[in-house]
């Protein structure tokens, strides 16, 4: 068994245990937040509320990463072995990067050009949309694994992983999909509006690619149980 596995299952830890699960339900509201806002943005075209969402999701990232240097200082407290440290650190630091993506995303549509936006195609739109719904679909998925760490079996672990990895093949191909209407769809916007969506874009498809870094990560511990 991995030594991080004996480390949460320890009577002692369970402080750990709990601050992991916080973070991670802290990152998965994040998230949630950043498809709220940009469903106000398209579907509803209300800017003020999008824009009001946008600013709690740089506030929810910023707790999450209160909970994230809680859980470091603890580490570096602890009187564990190296490899606990290093293992938990890693998956801390994993799950952070999701809500550090979406955050970076929010940031952008708070000074974004909204007129320049809602110029771009309808199916841009729609597409943008679902990358942003899956990316909750996805990490809701990691919030499971996560969750589970230590009771769900080697093959609902990989299942889960799967589950992801399609859910970011599918994101990864309506980012291309997006791609491929914009360069060949010239709407008379500011050149340095277009720079900032393809960021926003960019930056959604990391909610994803994180996710999946997560589940990668969570199954390569479950196979390290076993030894």
Known sequence: MSSLFKFFQSRNQESAINKTLVHMQKVLE?????E???????????????????????????????????ILN????????????ENLIHLTQRIDDIANAANAGARIFIYMNYNDFLKLDEEVHKKFLEMARISVDSVKKVNIMVNKLLTATEEEIH?????????????????????RILVSNNPDINPFSAIEIHNCVSTLEAVTDNAEDVADYIIMLTVAKKT
């Open 159 to 179: 299942q889960l992983g799967e589950e992801i990895n399609i859910l970011e093949h599918k994101c990864d191909e309506l980012r291309h999909g997006i791609n």
């Open 36 to 70: 709220k806002a940009v469903s106000y943005l398209i579907d509803e075209k209300n800017i003020d509320l999008a824009l009001k969402v946008f600013f709690r999701v740089d506030e929810v990232e910023h707790q999450a990463d209160g909970i994230r240097r809680n």
């Open 74 to 85: 603890m580490l570096s407290k602890a009187e564990i072995a190296p490899t606990i440290r």
């Open 30 to 34: 994040c998230v949630v937040e950043y």
